[in-house]
């Protein structure tokens, strides 16, 4: 059974850092894309960042140049540090694969990460 734990997300001033971590089990993930998603109260879920199998990474404009996604095959896990956050980044962060199908559609419970003054 796959499973994604997100962990690092916390209560952090506008201008703040986080680390963000996932931890992937039951599946191999090292030949899959990998990628951070949020969701924000009332918004869809959207992808932020990826990172494919061979490190290469992409952003939304809204995170460029202030997130930074990577990977740990050895030890199935994806990294997401943010800095220079801002009250928009406030959201439940979860990591999947891209597209989420690849992990059978397997969700973990998310990390809150709130930006606030």
């Known amino acids: 059974q796959v499973q994604l734990v997100e962990s690092g997300g916390g209560l952090v001033q506008p201008g703040g850092s986080l680390r963000l971590s996932c931890v992937v089990s039951?599946?191999?993930?090292?030949?899959?894309?990998m990628g951070w998603y949020r969701q924000a109260p009332g918004k869809q879920r959207e992808l932020v960042a990826t990172?494919?199998?061979?490190?290469?990474?992409i952003y939304v404009d809204s995170v460029k140049g202030r997130f930074t996604i990577s990977r740990d095959n050895a030890k199935n896990t994806v990294y997401l540090q943010m800095n220079s956050l801002k009250p928009e980044d406030t959201a439940v962060y979860y990591c999947?694969?891209?597209?989420?199908?690849?992990?059978?559609?397997?969700w973990g419970q998310g990390t809150q990460v709130t930006v606030s003054s």
């Open positions: 999947n694969a891209v597209p989420p199908v690849l992990l059978r559609n397997n």
């Open positions: 039951g599946r191999i993930f090292s030949a899959y894309t």
């Open positions: 990172v494919s199998s061979e490190g290469t990474t």
